[in-house]
């Protein structure tokens, strides 16, 4: 809630572009989640006007995922991982932070769009995972109690072991 009075993206015309001038809540480009640093190739959510930035995506997205968590009739179907938690009950939908240039390289391009492409590799990653019977092991990182709780607070990109 905190991010979002301070960042209303949700907003009808509210532009990131908009909100970041003069907001001193934007972070340092320089700072890593624990994740990004577990990877070579992910940016900081802080780094802004940049060739393969997230930032923009993730701050205008982070108020739809609030409003998503209080609709009434999707609460108790959502699992928001790993926020609520590293294992994920029976039953439940999951939304989970991705990184597709984790993937992109495996499936062939076959003259998709870069961003249909993207959208592409992660479903067929996901796919080809359940098939294997792999897929719990990347909803588990090996990570130690206070990078666990770290995560918890901070997010995890699915896929990073």
């Excluded at 009808?12 to 340092?28: A, L, Q, W």
């Excluded at 996901?126 to 909803?139: K, N, P």
Aim: net charge positive; proline share 7%.
């Amino acid at each position: 809630m905190r991010f979002i009075r301070h960042w209303p993206t949700a907003d009808p015309h509210t532009y990131v572009d908009f909100v970041r001038e003069g907001n001193p809540r934007t972070g340092d480009a320089s700072e890593l989640r624990l994740c990004e640093q577990w990877t070579s190739g992910a940016k900081s959510v802080f780094q802004f006007d940049v060739q393969g930035q997230v930032a923009k995506s993730t701050h205008a997205g982070l108020p739809w995922l609030l409003w998503l968590r209080l609709m009434p009739a999707a609460k108790s179907r959502i699992h928001f991982w790993p926020f609520d938690g590293i294992d994920v009950p029976e039953g439940r939908s999951v939304i989970a932070e991705v990184y597709p240039s984790l993937f992109r390289r495996r499936f062939a391009k076959e003259g998709r769009s870069a961003d249909e492409h993207d959208a592409f590799t992660v479903a067929a990653w996901l796919s080809e995972m359940d098939r294997r019977g792999t897929l719990g092991y990347y909803f588990k990182p090996p990570l130690s109690l206070p990078e666990s709780r770290n995560a918890k607070l901070e997010g995890w990109i699915l896929g990073v072991c």
